[in-house]
């Protein structure tokens, strides 16, 4: 039996794979953006980089996106949760 195992399995899987949606992908051959014969023309309109970015984590936050929800550096600090009461014995 473990010997057949694949094979079982192949055949269960073959009606599941006309139910499962396929991709059209690029059913008319279309050629992409920068290709040979695309109406893109990529040497006249070459891609451009308009600058670059710097994350630092450790940067401050603006004044202006200071909200409720993240108080201030040096403010007080929230009001400590409450703790939940005792629970009910099963017995």
């Known amino acids: 039996m473990k010997k057949f195992a694949p094979a079982i399995i192949a055949l269960l ?3 599941y794979g006309g139910l499962v949606p396929q991709s059209p992908g690029n059913p008319n051959g279309d ?5 040979e014969g695309s109406t ?3 040497k006249a309109n070459p891609p451009k980089t308009l600058g ?5 984590p450790l940067a401050p936050l603006p004044a202006q ?3 409720a ?6 403010s007080a600090p929230a009001a400590a949760p409450q703790a939940l009461p ?4 099963r017995n």
């Open 13 to 15: 899987m073959v009606p």
């Open 31 to 35: 050629p992409y953006a920068g290709q």
């Open 69 to 74: 929800a993240a108080p201030a550096p040096g």
């Open 52 to 56: 670059v970015v710097a994350y630092n």
């Open 65 to 67: 996106a200071r909200t």
């Open 86 to 89: 005792a629970r009910p014995s």
């Open 40 to 42: 893109y023309d990529a």
